[in-house]
C-alpha cells in the first residue's frame, strides 16, 4: 500500500511494516534521546557575562542564531503536527513523526533553557524572526512554500496535488531543516571548537543530530513518493523544485553574512555561505536532482561531528548510548 493516498491503510495497524526505514530512523531518533539540562551552562553564564571573553561580532553571531532558532523549531514542529502528518497515513512513517515532534519540543526548549540561563531578554529574542529582515525572509519563505498543505481542502490527489505536497515536503524537510538550519549550526560549532559557549555549542550539535535524521527521514518520504508516482517526476516539476533549492542558498548566504559580518578568528566570514552551497548540493543529490554547486566543503571538521558521518553513526547507534547520554558519533 503507497505511503500517501491509500484508502486501505489503516493508520491503526503498524504490523506487519511495510517501510523499514521509517522504523530505523524511529530507533535511531530513540537510542538518542536528550535534554538540554544534561548540559551545564556555567561556563557559557561566566563568558557572557564578562566583557572582554567575546568579541562583538562573536554576540551578534549567538543573538542572531538563538534568535532564528528559537522560533524555527516551533515552526518545525506545526509543520509536522498540523499539515504532514494528516496527509501520510502510512503507521510507521506517523509513528516516527510524533517521535520528530518530540525532538522539536526538546529543541523549543533548549533555547528557552538558553534564554533563562543567559538572562536574555525573551521578547528580543523571540521577537528577532519579525524584526531582523534576514531571519525573517527566512520565515516568510517557509511558510509561502508551504501554503498548499496547510489549506484545509488539500488533497493529494491526482497528480498536480502529488507535486504540490512534494514540493512543500522539500520546503520543510530539505528546505528548513536541511540549509536554513545549516549556517548556524557551522556558526555556533566554530565557537565551541574555540572554547566559546560550549554549552550552548553542545546543544547545537545535539539538536544537528536530530536534524540529520529529521533530513534523512524528510529525503526518504520525497523520494518514496517519487518511486510510488513516478508521473510527478517531470522536468517542469524538477526545475521547479531546483529553483526554491537555490533561492534557499541565497537567502541563507544573506543571512550568514547578517549574523556574521565580519568572521571569527581563524575563520572568513565567506566560508559559511561556502558551506551552505556545499550542504544543499548534498541535499539535491540525496533527493535526485544533482549537484548545482560544487562547491568544497570549507569545513572538513563539520562533517567529522554531523550529519553524513553521524547518518552512518547513527545506524550502527545502539540504545545504551542513550542510558550514557554520550556524544560520541565522531
Ligand atoms: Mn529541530
Ligand atoms: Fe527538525
Not at 557559557?44 to 567575546?54: N, S, T
Not at 501554503?147 to 515536503?169: E, K, M, W, Y
Not at 550542504?279 to 549537484?291: C, P, Q, S, W, Y
Request: charged share 25%; glycine share 6%; with cysteine.
Amino acid at each position: 500500500m503507497p505511503i500517501i493516498n491509500s484508502s486501505k491503510t489503516d493508520p491503526n495497524k503498524i504490523l506487519p511494516m511495510q517501510y523499514p526505514w521509517a522504523r530505523e530512523h524511529y530507533r535511531n531518533a530513540i537510542a538518542n534521546t536528550w535534554v538540554p539540562e544534561e548540559i551545564p551552562m556555567q561556563d557559557d553564564i561566566e563568558q557572557w557575562k564578562r566583557p572582554d571573553a567575546l568579541s562583538q561580532t562573536e554576540r551578534r553571531l549567538i543573538l542572531w542564531n538563538l534568535g532564528f532558532f528559537s522560533t524555527a523549531e516551533s515552526l518545525t514542529a506545526n509543520n509536522i503536527v498540523l499539515a504532514v502528518y494528516n496527509h501520510v497515513t502510512n503507521p510507521e512513517a506517523r509513528q516516527y513523526m510524533l517521535r520528530q515532534a518530540f525532538e522539536e519540543a526538546v529543541h523549543t526548549d533548549t533555547f528557552i533553557y538558553a534564554c533563562d540561563s543567559l538572562g536574555l531578554d525573551p521578547d528580543e529574542i523571540y521577537g528577532m524572526y519579525e524584526r531582523i529582515p534576514s531571519i525573517r525572509e527566512k520565515d516568510e519563505f517557509v511558510i509561502g512554500l508551504t501554503r498548499s498543505v496547510f489549506d484545509p481542502a488539500f488533497t493529494t490527489d491526482g497528480v498536480a496535488n502529488i507535486q504540490r505536497f512534494v514540493h512543500d515536503l522539500v520546503g520543510y524537510y530539505i528546505i528548513m531543516e536541511g540549509i536554513f538550519f545549516y549556517a548556524g549550526f557551522a556558526m555556533m560549532l566554530a565557537l565551541k571548537r574555540k572554547g566559546k559557549m560550549v554549552g550552548i555549542g553542545e546543544q547545537f550539535e545535539y539538536i544537528m543530530r536530530d536534524e540529520s535524521l529529521h533530513l534523512a527521514f524528510g529525503a526518504d518520504l520525497i523520494n518514496t513518493i517519487r518511486s510510488e508516482n513516478p508521473d510527478i517526476w517531470t522536468d517542469a516539476f524538477t526545475d521547479e523544485l531546483r529553483g526554491l533549492i537555490v533561492k534557499a542558498v541565497e537567502l541563507e548566504k544573506i543571512y550568514a553574512r547578517d549574523a556574521c559580518p565580519e568572521g571569527i578568528v581563524g575563520i572568513n566570514s565567506e566560508s559559511f555561505s561556502e558551506y551552505v552551497e556545499h550542504i544543499a548540493d548534498r541535499r539535491l543529490e540525496r533527493i535526485g536532482l544533482g549537484k548545482h554547486f560544487e562547491t568544497p566543503n570549507p569545513f572538513p571538521w563539520m562533517s567529522q561531528s554531523t550529519d553524513l558521518s553521524k547518518e552512518k553513526n547513527f545506524f550502527e547507534t545502539r540504545v545504551t548510548e542513550y542510558q550514557t547520554g554520550g556524544l560520541d558519533w565522531d
